[in-house]
């Protein structure tokens, strides 16, 4: 049974950070490619970042660009998002997702975490 677990979120100031972790189970973790997503509340999910499996490329959207970034431990099965300058339209569950695969792409994910809440007070 694949699982993946979030933890990390919290309550947060704006300017502050947070560092975001999911752990995965059940699968083979250095064969996935890795991504966060989040939903704020009246809002379809929306992709935030992506990593290969090689770690070789990541992708951004335009609104975690430059303030957050994804990175990836084989040996631990866990992808990370450290998200820095955090501003609150960043308030939003955030979610881990999986897709076996060598490249990333933010289409086709196959396991979802159960997500963290992440809230940034002004």
């Known amino acids: 049974q694949v699982q993946l677990v979030e933890s990390g979120g919290g309550l947060v100031q704006a300017g502050g950070s947070l560092r975001l972790s999911c752990v995965a189970s059940g699968l083979t973790f250095r064969q996935y490619v890795m991504g966060w997503f989040r939903q704020a509340p009246g809002k379809e999910r929306e992709f935030v970042a992506g990593i290969n499996r090689p770690s070789t490329r990541t992708e951004y959207s335009d609104s975690g660009r430059g303030r957050f970034t994804i990175s990836r431990d084989n040996a631990k099965n866990t992808v990370y998002l450290q998200m820095n300058d955090l501003k609150p339209e960043d308030t939003a569950v955030y979610f881990c997702?999986?897709?076996?695969?060598?490249?990333?792409?933010?289409?086709?994910?196959?396991?979802w975490g159960q997500g963290t809440q992440v809230t940034v007070s002004s």
């Open positions: 997702g999986a897709r076996y695969g060598v490249t990333w792409s933010a289409e086709g994910i196959q396991y």
